[in-house]
């Protein structure tokens, strides 16, 4: 597996890929901006809704418990998951139960799943394709990463790093239409033809969940493209997969964060499709897996724990320099962006030891997200637990040792300073070269012919 900086050069050496991600992730960002400063009261909501969640984090068993009772009374079956494997063999045994049944012989053994970046984790779908079961991801952007055989890149816009014509190619090769057409609209009806005959011939639905709500037993799914309403509602079967951190206190809560979620996530005043699912129709089994993986390690940090209050609204990823420049994938994660990179080294951190640093701990991250986590302040954090854990390469370790040297001492930071200024002028190869990663990409300074501490000394009565 690639670090995230190995990743990133991939991607940056299409310039125009990465200039143009660049510039489309920042547009949605600045259509985030002018939606949330549209109404009054957007930063109270972000402390309500801080609030709120730091109350469920408070709470959490007793919310789980309400809602589980709740769920029940409503009939809906409940499912505990304590990792990733653990859902992904509930999910296949619903699966497998529903097809012991009476069948017809026509009835393709497969399911239509919407966006669920929690099955995204749990590597649901190639875990079922092993079992023999075909998984068809029906939101438009997860089906085209899916045609792809790659994993999405962004939690909202899951093809954000594909292009038109990219598309266009991959549709004619999977779907038939004609080569050469590039045009979103009639790419868009090609893949909904294709998804309404997998609609209507799967009999079992998945669909993610963005709230629930312990007061009532329901759960909230919201969508831009009601692919998840369409899946559900002519299914025989609804599962519902969930992180425990997704549970509200009360209904009257969804106010706040269907405010909130919409307007940070595209610059939206509301999703186009809440869909509110609290009991199955006559005749369809309505599961719902609650699944923690990881969730209450996270829960017991105190440095991190605020990292579940997390709505997936994915503001952080537009607005962060790092994200924006390096793609998704570079983050080798099934979340990426800030808020994945402090997610991520809770479930292992060796092996993403290098996603929190990632970040120029500008706080653009922590500024536009809608639940008030501290992302830039967490990042830091976990950077001084991956150093004293032992997480971080040996040479990185040793150089930030020698650079605390210097900087802690003035005598060896002055001299070391004229030695530098020195060997850029005299011997510039010593420093412009492939050895130094920033070279790669730029332009190296000048040297100054003095510090500015010696400037200061001889200019500071003028």
């Known amino acids: 597996m690639k670090t995230h900086s190995e990743a990133a050069e991939i991607f940056n050496k299409d310039f125009d890929r990465t200039t143009w991600h660049d510039e489309t992730l920042y547009f949605v960002r600045q259509k985030r901006d002018k939606a949330a400063f549209q109404i009054n009261d957007w930063e109270l909501l972000r402390e309500t809704a801080s609030k709120i969640k730091n109350n469920v984090l408070s709470n959490m068993h007793n919310y789980l418990v309400q809602f589980e009772e709740n769920a029940l009374r409503n009939g809906i079956k409940v499912h505990w998951a304590a990792d990733a494997l653990e859902h992904n063999e509930i999910v296949y045994g619903i699966i497998s139960e529903y097809y012991k049944g009476d069948i017809p012989a026509d009835t393709f053994k497969g399911m239509v799943k919407s966006k669920s970046m929690l099955t995204e984790e749990c590597h649901m779908n190639e875990f079922l394709k092993e079992k023999g079961i075909e998984v068809i991801d029906t939101d438009l952007g997860e089906r085209i990463v899916q045609l792809a055989e790659e994993p999405p890149s962004h939690i909202v816009m899951p093809c954000i790093h594909w292009k038109k014509e990219e598309i266009g190619e991959l549709f004619h090769k999977h779907l038939g239409t004609e080569k050469g057409n590039k045009d979103p609209q009639y790419l868009t009806e090609a893949a909904r033809q294709h998804l309404r005959d997998k609609f209507l011939t799967r009999p079992i639905a998945l669909t993610g969940v963005n709230f629930v ?242 400037w200061y000394k001889k200019n500071r009565e003028k």
């Not at 650079?403 to 011997?427: A, E, I, Q, W, Y």
Request: net charge positive.
């Open 213 to 454: 709500v312990a007061e009532t037993g329901e759960f909230v799914v919201c969508t831009n493209e009601g692919n998840a309403d369409m899946g559900a509602h002519l299914a025989d079967v609804h599962i519902a997969s969930m992180g425990f951190e997704k549970i509200i206190p009360q209904k009257k809560h969804l106010g706040v964060f269907l405010r909130l979620l919409a307007r940070s996530a595209t610059g939206q005043p509301i999703t186009t499709y809440s869909s509110h699912f609290k009991k199955p129709r006559d005749g369809q089994q309505m599961h719902i897996v609650i699944v923690d993986n990881g969730r209450s390690t996270q829960l017991g940090r105190e440095d991190f724990r605020n990292s579940l209050k997390c709505i997936r609204c994915a503001a952080c990823f537009n607005t962060c320099p790092v994200y924006r420049r390096s793609g998704g994938h570079s983050y080798h994660n099934a979340v990426a962006g800030p808020i994945g990179s402090i997610l991520a080294p809770n479930l292992d951190m060796r092996a993403n030891a290098d996603l929190p640093f990632a970040s120029t701990l500008c706080g653009s991250c922590s500024n536009v997200c809608p639940v008030k986590i501290d992302i830039h302040q967490q990042l830091y954090k976990w950077r001084q637990v991956l150093v004293q854990e032992g997480y971080t390469p040996a040479s990185k370790t040793l150089a930030m040792k020698g650079m605390s040297t210097v900087l802690s001492n003035p005598g060896v930071f002055k001299f070391s300073g004229k030695v530098g200024r020195m060997l850029m002028d005299k011997l510039p190869f010593l420093v412009n070269n492939s050895m130094n990663p920033w070279y790669k990409q730029r332009e190296m300074p000048e040297p100054p012919e003095e510090s500015f501490r010696d």
